[in-house]
């Protein structure tokens, strides 16, 4: 079936460094969502892409969408301590099923 | 406010029991789900409605029950037949076209 794999699986960085993580799907996708889990909280949508090559910017964060439509990445720019969560990528199925496929998602811990 | 309202927060469930997660939403939203976390791990799909009186099994169906009798309701039943019921269990919904899903804050069941 259907897998989105999401690396790294954790990460600390110094507030005030760069972040990235990687979204893979074993399948094209239609659609690509991103949420923040806050811990101890529940996921929030971010964002949504939807064209191949797609990049799109919130504040310091930007999300990309690959050409193939089967990966896509988030990068934070300058982090800061209220970034701190844990961040989903979820895919939706190109053969339009109408599950949403969450990738196991990256924890960010940031040092201040 | 809109919004889609999960009870309890915490429930405790002897081994045996069938115990039944709320979940409402006044969204209008046409689409529900459920979905369980692990702790380290992403969500897994149990059970999802597109329509009312109509749902499909997700990835990890065996051993939960749902119904779908009005738009605004979606419980989940946790069976004994469910070996492992102790996680997170997040219930979320969504206009058929998206974009994202709206989660609720989610039940915390325990197994004692």
């Known amino acids: 079936g259907q897998q989105v794999m999401q690396i790294p699986q954790y990460q600390h960085v110094q507030e005030g460094e760069d972040f990235t993580t990687y979204c893979n799907s074993s399948?094209?996708?239609?659609?690509i969502q991103w949420y923040k889990q806050r811990p101890g909280g529940h996921p929030v949508f971010l964002i949504q892409?939807?064209?191949?090559?797609e990049v799109k910017k919130q504040k310091r964060l930007t999300f990309q969408f690959g050409e193939a439509k089967k990966n896509s990445s988030l990068h934070i720019t300058a982090t800061q301590t209220t970034d701190v969560g844990t961040y989903f990528c979820?895919?939706?199925?190109?053969?339009?099923?109408?599950?949403?496929?969450f990738g196991q998602g990256t924890t960010l811990q940031v040092k201040p | 406010d809109g919004g889609i309202t999960q009870s309890p927060k915490y429930l405790f469930r002897k081994e045996g029991q069938n115990v039944t997660l709320s979940c409402e939403q006044n969204?209008?939203?046409?689409?529900m789900y459920w979905y369980r976390q692990d702790p380290g791990q992403g969500l897994r799909l149990i059970y999802y409605?597109?329509?009312?009186?109509?749902?499909q099994k997700g990835d990890i169906a065996e051993g939960y029950s749902v119904s779908r009798e009005k738009k605004e309701s979606f419980p989940l039943t946790v069976t004994s037949a469910q070996k492992n019921p102790t996680a997170f269990y997040l219930c979320?919904?969504?206009?058929?076209?998206?974009?994202?899903?709206?989660f609720g804050s989610g039940t915390r069941l325990t197994v004692v």
């Open positions: 979320a919904s969504t206009f058929d076209r998206g974009p994202g899903y709206t």
């Open positions: 399948t094209t996708l239609s659609n």
């Open positions: 892409l939807v064209k191949s090559g």
């Open positions: 979820a895919g939706l199925s190109s053969s339009n099923t109408g599950k949403l496929i």
């Open positions: 969204l209008n939203h046409d689409a």
């Open positions: 409605s597109q329509i009312v009186n109509d749902f």
